[in-house]
């Protein structure tokens, strides 16, 4: 199965994921709600979703809550990535964070075993998966986050409205540099997105976001009323 193909299923699951959300808001409640969906569309999309690891055990190609390869900071709306012997305010490592869902490339999946593809432990990988990287053969494929606003960002008014969405657009951007650190790493990820989703807000609202989160290509605005 070519790259390609998989990476168009994903931009049409998103398409078709946003017409969704559009059309029929009333059927998420949660943000968890959004990503289950789009698993599910991913599910129905992706034109061979398994393949076999180098043992022929049987993998899907789709996964939530994949750890990053990385430990990193993301307290408050930042991200930052640290080294294994950065310490946090309390003297403790940093923990690794992880992405809401990824797309892993069949020929990684191929090239390993299962206690590697699935990086939970972190020095397996580490030994294993991030010492070869390839730019042909990138773990992740496409790496995709999501942020789900339900409630109308103008519930408050004045300075403090004006603070919640500055606070909901940096987590956007939080989640999409994160992403984008990721993308950086050679051999580790290819496509990225970042969807946020936004209901029954106003337009003046959905303008306002729009214009501030304008310059990040990487990120793509859900409006529903």
């Known amino acids: 199965m070519k790259h390609q193909d998989i990476i168009d299923a994903v931009d049409e699951t998103i398409k078709e994921l946003c017409d969704e959300f559009q059309s029929h808001s009333a059927l998420f409640y949660t ?5 289950c969906y789009c698993y599910s ?12 690891d180098k043992e022929g055990a049987e993998h899907l190609l ?25 310490k946090t305010p309390r003297g403790g490592k940093y923990q690794r964070g992880h ?10 999946i191929n ?16 030994s294993r998966v991030l010492p070869n990287p390839s730019i ?13 606003s339900r409630d109308p960002l103008e519930h408050s008014r004045g300075e403090n409205m004006e603070k919640g969405i500055d606070r909901f ?5 939080q989640d999409a540099d994160k992403l984008l650190a990721s993308k950086g790493l ?28 304008l310059s990040r290509k990487e990120i793509t605005l859900c409006f529903a009323e």
């Open 31 to 35: 943000e968890n709600d959004i990503v």
């Open 41 to 52: 569309l991913l599910r129905k999309n992706i034109p061979r979703p398994y393949c076999d």
């Open 62 to 86: 789709i996964h939530g809550e994949y750890p990053t390869p990385f430990r990193c900071d993301m307290g408050g709306s930042k991200f930052e990535i640290k080294g294994d012997n950065d």
């Open 99 to 108: 992405y809401d869902i990824v797309v892993l490339n069949p020929d990684f």
């Open 111 to 126: 090239q390993h075993t299962y206690n590697e593809i699935k990086g939970q432990d972190y020095e397996l990988y580490r």
């Open 136 to 148: 042909e053969t990138p773990v992740v494929l496409y790496g995709i986050e999501f942020m789900y």
């Open 169 to 173: 657009a940096s987590k956007i951007i």
């Open 186 to 213: 050679v051999g580790f990820m290819g496509e990225v997105k970042m969807i946020a989703f936004i209901k029954g807000s106003s337009k003046d609202i959905y303008s306002w976001i729009d214009e501030k989160l």
